[in-house]
């Protein structure tokens, strides 16, 4: 398996505008987090699926945050509008606690930068 | 919160010695897991033990956990340069469904 994919791997964007980031967990996991990573704060849970579910969203910081799981495969995080304080480093990681490990397996994470 | 807490933040060393990191929590945990981090790359999990565990060993790292103290330690014996990144424990608290805390993380810088 290539592990979790995230794209893109760096977006500069303006503020106001759209960002969509994109990850693909690993097959047959069925855990997914998106965390958020900034000097100031350390690495934050945004949210959390369980087959496809949202099942904790409490840590997402506001309605300009969503997350969308349509498939096992496929799951995004979007910001709209973007804010520079939303620059930050955004992870996705996938986990299979059914197996008995719990361990989470980390994307590269997406380098987000709002000017 | 229920956030780890690792100290020190920062540990620089010499390449061949051994560095101790320790990580305090708060409430009771189903297990707690350590995790390296290098520069510019995601986290990848180190080694995992369980509340009913009091050590736990591979290969150069030696995991302890004092559930009395709610406290972890993770050493790393003969470091090398390689072995420079931050390191992060995260907790499993109980009823968590397997959501994990991190704490802030400690930097390990390991001098050649």
């Known amino acids: 398996d290539a592990g979790v994919i995230q794209s893109p791997r760096h977006e500069v964007t303006e503020m106001g505008q759209e960002v969509t980031l994109r990850c693909k967990p690993i097959s047959g996991h069925d855990y997914l987090f998106w965390y958020r990573q900034t000097m100031m704060r350390g690495l934050e849970l945004l949210i959390y699926?369980?087959?496809?579910?949202?099942?904790?969203d409490s840590g997402m910081p506001e309605d300009r945050f969503s997350a969308k799981m349509p498939n096992a495969s496929f799951s995004t995080l979007k910001i709209q509008p973007s804010e520079p304080r939303d620059s930050a480093v955004y992870f996705c990681?996938?986990?299979?606690?059914?197996?008995?490990?719990?361990?989470?397996?980390f994307g590269p994470g997406t380098r987000l930068t709002v000017t | 919160s229920q956030q780890g807490e690792e100290d020190p933040q920062a540990l620089s060393i010499q390449e061949g010695e051994n560095a101790t990191m320790n990580c305090s929590y708060k409430t009771s945990i189903n297990n707690l897991q350590w995790y390296r981090q290098n520069s510019g790359r995601g986290l990848v999990h180190l080694i995992l033990?369980?509340?009913?565990?009091r050590e736990k060993h591979s290969g150069r790292l030696r995991v302890t956990l004092d559930t009395s103290k709610k406290s972890s330690s993770l050493l790393i014996t003969a470091s090398r340069a390689a072995d420079t990144a931050s390191y992060f424990c995260?907790?499993?608290?109980?009823?968590?469904?397997?959501?994990?805390?991190f704490g802030k993380g400690i930097t390990l810088s390991v001098r050649p």
């Open positions: 995260a907790t499993d608290y109980t009823g968590a469904n397997s959501k994990l805390t």
């Open positions: 990681a996938s986990s299979d606690p059914l197996g008995q490990t719990y361990e989470q397996y």
């Open positions: 699926f369980n087959n496809n579910v949202p099942i904790d």
């Open positions: 033990i369980r509340s009913n565990e």
